[in-house]
């Protein structure tokens, strides 16, 4: 929270320091919108105002607003602005980056300013960025890059793709990206290429902040195009044990129609593909998404996703934390997945999906999901169709979510461990089981209370371990299970098997025929003041 406090203060200090006394124009070093390269001229501009300190100024002549250049290189500090309408364009078949930020301790500004990509005439493999941003600093100083109120289009591969050098013994500062105000629109999907653009990438941990800004890649897309990923964190080495996590912060945005659905490259909306901590994705709105939305890596921790509203998703489902494939594999730890909404979906509501591991101690660990919306989950195919799926998590709280209409089960865990908690719950329309917790519940000590679960079709709340891997204790109290659909010869409320102890408690079941449980395998059964009708 002082973190995010920090960069909005950034950007009000910002706002009224930037005035126009103290400038250095770029027409005053020869730039004109009606040359053809005004590449000279701008470097020359931004060489003489960092050293005079001066703010540089990308002004609207008589002649335009539009400047064409190759790329320009920024190595220290400086403030950028510009009026309304002020665009750098990169030339054609430059086939390049339009500008490159690199340094030491940098400080750097840049406001009101358009950046065109131009990539309809830098060629097809061109995977050039718009800003190529490379930085280091010391203890003593962060490097920070500010961008205000700017838009970015038609980029090839990435309108701003940020790099923190690796040399972290010598260089352990923070480097910080903040994006603030500014658009993104309309870049290319290279649905041929074998690379993925994307609008954002960070990269080998910095800390990226991107907060009410607005993200579309400027056409519908569907099940036969692939379309892009809007902010990616990645990590450069082979192994990423030898590269720090990535910060990220995305608050108050915009996206619109994005998403990469390739089976063979899919990356989410925000796809924080690499390990990730400390890290904040809130009160955003994503529409259209081409892929899963929201898409985290189970070896990430202190990942805060809440307040998100996802709708019309056509594929691979809403929220996923998924396995990585590269070391480290395990340490995962405190996830927080609160007051989303999920509606419309293909492919599943919410899914938590650690590593798979033998060892209990390496499962992702400490997963809270509450007051969650999960609405109108529809299967991908023959697979998902759930609304909140947790597999290979230890210790998880499941609480005051609403789920409903849905085309598999409404709360499925498999093989979670330790304590597991899902309560006051309300499960609608599920196509299959209400609650299912199933296989490898080893030792786990389960509560499930104060849950309503109404019209799914089989069983309401069912706990299924196995005789190899029996659960420490299974409590059921206080639920409402109604209206359970008769299905393939089965119709129970409640069902438990394989735990060394089983509680049943003042649960109701109520219009679901004769067979209110089932149990077997427990060791000790406990059923009482219950109310079967």
């Known amino acids: 929270m002082k973190k995010t406090i920090y960069f909005y203060l950034t950007f009000i200090i910002l706002k009224s320091s930037l005035s126009l006394a103290g400038t250095i124009s770029i ?127 038609n980029q090839s591969f990435s309108s701003i793709n940020f790099w923190r050098d690796s040399d972290y013994t010598n260089y352990p500062g923070d480097v910080i990206l903040t994006v ?84 063979d490259a899919m990356l989410g909306v925000v796809d924080l593909y690499a390990r990730a901590e400390d890290s904040i994705i809130e009160n955003n709105v994503f529409n259209k998404s081409n892929s899963r ?15 998100n509203n996802i709708i019309n998703t056509n594929r691979a489902g809403c929220i996923l934390v998924e396995p990585v494939s590269q070391a480290p594999y395990t340490n995962g730890k405190n996830f927080v997945i609160e007051g989303n909404i999920c509606k419309d979906i293909t492919g599943y509501g919410i899914l938590v999906n650690g590593y798979e591991t033998t060892s209990d101690n390496d499962f992702l660990k400490n997963v809270n999901i509450s007051a969650n919306i999960v609405e109108n989950i529809y299967k991908s195919g023959t697979s998902w169709g759930s609304g909140i799926v947790a597999i290979d998590v230890r210790d998880i709280n499941i609480n ?53 679960v109404d019209s799914a079709y089989a069983f309401g709340i069912i706990i299924d371990s196995s005789s190899g891997n029996l659960s420490n204790e299974v409590k059921i109290s206080n639920n409402s299970v109604n209206n359970v659909q008769y299905y393939g010869g089965y119709q129970y409320c409640y069902r438990s098997s394989y735990s060394n102890l089983f509680i049943l408690h003042n649960n109701s079941c109520i219009n679901s025929g004769t067979n209110y449980f089932q149990q077997f395998g427990n060791t000790t059964v406990k059923v009482n003041d219950n109310s079967w009708q």
């Open 293 to 307: 939305v929201i898409s985290v890596k189970s070896n990430s921790s202190n990942v805060i996703i809440r307040g």
């Open 27 to 153: 027409t005053d070093y020869g730039a004109d919108p009606l040359s053809g390269d005004n590449t000279t001229a701008i470097q020359n501009a931004i060489n003489a105002a960092i050293q005079s300190g001066d703010t540089l100024y990308i002004p609207c002549t008589s002649n335009g607003c539009v400047y064409i250049t190759r790329t320009v290189n920024i190595q220290d500090n400086l403030r950028i602005v510009g009026d309304i309408g002020s665009t750098l364009k990169l030339k054609n078949d430059t086939s390049s980056n339009l500008m490159n930020i690199y340094g030491t301790n940098l400080n750097i500004i840049i406001y009101n300013i358009t950046f065109d990509g131009n990539y309809t005439r830098q060629g097809v493999t061109n995977s050039g960025n718009i800003i190529y941003v490379n930085l280091k600093s010391t203890n003593s100083a962060k490097s920070h890059i500010s961008f205000y109120r700017c838009s970015f289009i």
């Open 400 to 452: 005051n979510n609403t789920v409903k209409y849905l085309e598999a089960h409404g709360l499925w865990g498999y093989k979670t461990r330790g304590t597991i908690n899902i309560s006051n719950n309300s499960v609608t329309g599920s196509s299959s089981y209400g609650i299912y917790l199933s296989s490898g519940l080893n030792n786990s000590i389960i509560n499930i209370a104060n849950n309503i």
């Open 180 to 263: 603030f105000e500014s658009k993104f629109i309309n870049g290319r999907d290279h649905a041929t290429n074998s690379y993925v653009p994307r609008f954002i990438s960070v990269v080998d941990g910095g800390i990226l902040v991107v907060t009410n800004s607005f993200f579309d890649l400027g056409i519908d897309i569907d099940l036969n195009n692939v379309g892009m990923p809007a902010i990616t964190s990645v990590n450069s080495a082979s192994y990423w044990t030898d590269r720090l996590p990535n910060k990220l912060i995305i608050k108050n945005n915009y996206f619109n129609r994005l998403g990469r659905g390739n089976a």
